[in-house]
């Protein structure tokens, strides 16, 4: 048993870890516009990776969908597509602010709502009870945090001055002002608990699949399909009305590309592929998954989001000061991930 306990555990810091590292390729893609990137990225992500998965795992799983409960499908597919605008904002975030501001306020937007939105729109007489006062401290707590973090960005955006690229690199996209960068890291942490509401709803799809012979693992993966599905419909639309605005698909044939491909494919990789290592650990972690697996998954893609985008360079020439208060945010954004999965 506890063999099965520390591999969930390794499982979910295996997730956090990808899921910190899966921006990390956007430093090497400017070659590219965005919309050539998030495109390459969404397909490999939304639609490739899963149908290889399920594929493998459980083929069987294609005709069940067709008989899934109707209800269900329907909200899969829709709050899945209303999510996909909150991955293009997430996207345009990190090509506006970088790596490790864009992860830290989206991590910890969506870690907020994802746990405060449900009860409310479920079970709003929870919010009362224990877990819903625990949940209120936890938000609070972040909120402080974000508000440090967000200090820092300022400090650190006033020593670079206007106009300052240097320490993007071959970062794609372009850099924004730090308050178009924050409206955008909030929308996509309001569209992230989208997300989790939308699965907290589709669960009768997991029910029917495992009434159907699949395993919990495989019944799972039922809802991911629709969801990702609606998600790459949202941004893949988003992309080709920005290559048609820019006239950017020709990129997409210039010489030198299949290495992008590498890097875009990598990405999806990365993402998609933490999505399906936190539902392995999830079922091996058994009733400690709320308590053990989420907060190691979300702390860790906190923290090595923000060691990727030191090691970039995002911070280089930020005063002390700015340093001090990021790294401060980022401790308190921990414990409130920690305080707020105590809810669960």
């Not at 402080?144 to 020593?159: H, N, Y």
Request: charged share 10%; with cysteine.
């Amino acid at each position: 048993m506890e063999s099965v306990l520390a591999l969930g555990a390794l499982l979910a810091l295996l997730s956090g870890v990808m899921n910190g590292l899966f921006t990390l390729p956007m430093r090497f893609l400017g070659r590219w516009s965005w919309e050539n990137v998030w495109s390459v990225f969404i397909v490999g992500a939304c639609l490739l990776l899963p149908l290889v998965l399920v594929s493998a795992l459980a083929p069987a799983s294609w005709a069940l969908l067709l008989h899934a409960p109707r209800t269900a499908v329907i909200i899969a597919l829709s709050t899945g597509f209303a999510w996909g605008f909150g991955a293009i904002m997430f996207g345009q975030s990190v090509s506006a602010i970088g790596i490790a501001l864009a992860n830290t306020f989206v991590l910890a937007i969506s870690s907020a709502l994802g746990s405060l939105l449900p009860i409310v729109f479920l079970s709003p007489q929870k919010l009362f009870e224990r877990s819903g006062i625990t949940i209120l401290i936890g938000i609070a707590i972040e909120i402080f945090g974000i508000t440090l973090c967000g200090r820092a960005g300022v400090l650190r955006e006033r020593a670079a001055g206007v106009g300052d690229t240097s320490q993007r690199g071959d970062l794609v996209g372009k850099a924004r002002p730090l308050a178009i960068g924050l409206l955008l890291v909030l929308g996509s942490g309001l569209l992230s608990a989208v997300f989790n509401i939308g699965f907290a709803l589709a669960h009768p799809i997991l029910d029917y699949g495992k009434a159907n012979g699949l395993t919990e693992f495989s019944s799972t993966n039922l809802i991911w399909i629709l969801m990702l599905g609606g998600g790459a419909v949202s941004n893949l639309g988003f992309c080709t009305y920005l290559m048609m605005k820019n006239k950017s698909a020709a990129k997409f044939i210039q010489p030198g590309s299949l290495r992008l491909y590498s890097f875009g494919l990598l990405m999806a990789l990365l993402w998609g592929g933490s999505i399906f290592v936190y539902g392995a650990a999830a079922l091996r972690l058994g009733a400690m998954g709320v308590s053990i697996g989420w907060p190691v998954s979300l702390a860790t893609g906190l923290l090595v989001a923000n060691a990727v985008g030191l090691l970039l360079g995002e911070w280089r020439g930020a005063p002390r000061t700015a340093l001090r208060w990021m790294f401060a945010g980022i401790a308190i954004l921990v414990i409130a991930i920690v305080v707020l999965s105590k809810a669960g």
